[in-house]
């Protein structure tokens, strides 16, 4: 079943589109990745499909439910953490979760069940008011807020933006067990760790637009599969390096001087890597390391974003 469906999503400001034309479809209970550079409009889409802005063309369904003829409907069934904190500073963890559930109508006692159901959930008993908390508290508080009526459908907008390693993955890991419970999320970041670890499925948007999507290793594999990387101790030695390493490859050879690498992506991880093992001890060119990986979602990234632009 599809929890979340947009066909030709358009939203202009002042003749210039925001959304250019967005299709996008996610399934229910996954989470889906929305990537992209600042302004490729990924918090434009998450507002039209939360209701909060009206699309200028296209159609999008949020649970079965159209975003402009059935509002009302698409709210009850979602729930939304943005980008900037929603919760009140001066109350605690407990008034504020209460005060979510008053607003959703709730009854008092329902409201403070469900508060303390969610406090034991995400760790967050300590009793002093929530500008005492950590900035990894908070978020997960705002999150907390977010799940006041158990919403299907979930939208994370940079959930984990200024948040500590630790921070981030405590928030990885309340998202995996909404997941886990049958929640559908669909998370936009600029951290592409974070949609490598948490993402089914990738939608990369550019200029209002999905260009690519698929799994996180769909997406690498269009890079051409592994890539040999090779760290040379002497620097006057790149350009043999990358001539040993091109030889074995299935792509051109990249350099960089800086960091002293040779990069090439190889369609054989086992021969190439004994084959260069083999030409740079013969040629004596030392490497300070060697390895051989899959390509990064950065790369990705870098790669369709770049190749829009050009």
Known sequence: MTAVLAQGLRRTYGGKAALDGLDLEVAEGTVCGLLGPNGAGKTTAVRVLTTLLR???????????????????VRRTIGLVGQHMAVDELLTGRQNL???????????????????????????????P??????????RLDLAASLILAPPVLF????????????????????????????TVLLTTQYLEEADQLADRIAVVDAGRVVAEGTPDELKSTLGGDRL????????????AAAIAGRVASGPAEVDPDTRRV????????????????????AGVEAEDIAVRRPTLDEVFLTLTEGERA
């Open 55 to 73: 699309p200028s063309g296209g159609r999008a369904e949020v649970a079965g439910h159209d975003v402009v003829r059935r509002p009302r409907e």
């Open 98 to 128: 209460e005060l979510f559930g008053r607003l959703h109508h709730l009854g008092a006692a329902a409201a403070r069940a469900r508060a303390e159901e969610l406090l034991h959930r995400f760790g967050l008993e300590h009793e002093g």
């Open 130 to 139: 929530a500008r005492e908390y950590s900035g990894g508290m908070r978020r």
């Open 156 to 183: 994370l907008d940079e959930p984990t933006t200024g948040l500590d390693p630790r921070s981030r993955a405590g928030i990885w890991r309340a998202v995996r067990e909404l997941v886990a419970g049958g929640t």
């Open 229 to 240: 990387d090779l760290v040379i101790r002497d620097p006057e030695r790149l350009a043999q």
């Open 263 to 282: 990069s090439a992506p190889v369609a054989d991880r086992v021969r190439a890597l004994a084959e260069v093992l083999a030409e740079l001890s013969a």
